[in-house]
């Protein structure tokens, strides 16, 4: 059955035409609700999103695929630190049970990707893997013939993590402590100690330099002072590292998908928070479908970054700028790739 791109091509147009913000710390779920799983949601409007194991029985998925369906697939990137454990499952509560397929026991299935200091190593493999594991070549083929305008909802959200501690005289980024019986400690401690005291025999600090690129290197050792006065080069090291992240993200995400295939892809940064819930950062998304590729937020110079921290509901958060824009005022980036006629796996 020939495809209707025209469905999610509208909802794309939707999603595009709507300001985003980019750069300001707020509470996780707000992040996660609000932003990225309305996004997703609206990229699935009019459509039956198939998210459990049970409903790919065939004793009733030909009589629902009759009907427009989006079946979903996720996967997460984030840093190993076991102090991101509450962040994790905050995640896998917001979105992982949202997006990502849910088993035959009630779990969400996730394409987990956590190494030190977050982000991408290779996002090519993340892309291979995630559309690969989405649905069996059966499944696919029952999906494509029941209705013109079905496809599959590809979702890989990058992240990575600084430390934030509060004291009356004071806000410091790029430390943490895990309770508080502890004491300080870096966070994320890969990036730190890249940066600081790096041990290129050390497969993650290279990677983590390496990512991160010479020039931007060079400007995070002299430092980046927010306008408020705080050291926020840790920081704008992690938030880089998510942005390198997506921009190696979007054009393998591409290169594998099917025409049938819309990808939706996020980077952020968790502020980890001793005395209050983990903030979360968003930097950047990106859409891919039909031969387009739509990307908005924070760019990857070190150079252009600054901040200041503003008053927030009582609370003082946060906010990260990029060439001194507004958080609104990201425009939209595109570019094209060439669409696979049929399925790569």
Not at 25 to 53: K, M, T, W
Not at 87 to 107: C, P
Not at 254 to 270: N, Q
Not at 276 to 282: E, G, K, N, P, S
Request: glycine residues 10%; aromatic residues 6%.
């Amino acid at each position: 059955m020939d495809f209707s791109p025209g469905m999610i091509q509208d909802n794309v147009a939707r999603i595009l035409a709507e300001p985003a913000a980019f750069g300001m710390e707020r509470h996780a779920h707000h992040i996660y609700l609000d932003r990225v799983a309305e996004a997703r949601f609206h990229l699935a409007r009019g459509f039956q999103i198939i998210n459990d194991e049970l409903r790919l029985n065939p004793k009733h998925s030909a009589a629902t695929f009759r009907m427009p369906c989006m079946v979903t697939a996720l996967a997460h990137s984030g840093c190993v630190d076991r102090v991101q454990d509450e962040a994790h499952f905050t995640y896998l509560n917001d979105i992982g049970r949202r997006f990502g397929m849910m088993s035959e026991v009630g779990l969400p299935r996730v394409e987990r990707h956590f190494p030190a200091g977050g982000g991408v190593i290779d996002a090519r493999t993340i892309a291979h893997v995630t559309i690969g594991h989405a649905v069996d070549e059966a499944i696919r083929s029952a999906l494509y013939a029941g209705n013109p305008c079905s496809g599959i909802l590809y979702s890989f959200d990058i992240q990575t993590h600084v430390g934030r501690l509060d004291s009356d005289k004071a806000t410091s980024f790029g430390m943490t402590r895990e309770s508080a019986y502890r004491g300080q400690r870096a966070a994320c401690g890969a990036v730190m100690a890249a940066l600081n005291h790096a041990d290129l025999s050390n497969a993650d600090h290279s990677r983590i330099l390496s990512s991160l690129g010479e020039e931007n290197v060079r400007t995070l050792r002299r430092g980046v002072i927010a306008e408020t006065g705080e050291d926020i080069t840790a920081a704008v090291a992690s938030a880089l590292l998510a942005v390198r992240g997506l921009e190696a993200s979007l054009p393998a995400f591409a290169a594998e998908m099917d025409t049938r295939g819309v990808a939706h892809l996020t980077a952020s940064m968790v502020v980890n928070r001793r005395t209050r819930d983990d903030t979360v950062i968003l930097l950047g998304e990106g859409i891919i479908f039909n031969g387009r590729t739509h990307s908005r937020g924070f760019g990857a110079d070190a150079s252009k970054f600054s901040g200041r921290l503003v008053e927030h509901h009582g609370d003082k958060r946060m906010l990260l700028t990029y060439y001194g824009e507004a958080p609104e005022g990201f425009g939209v980036r595109e570019s094209d790739y060439k669409v696979h006629q049929g399925a790569r796996h």
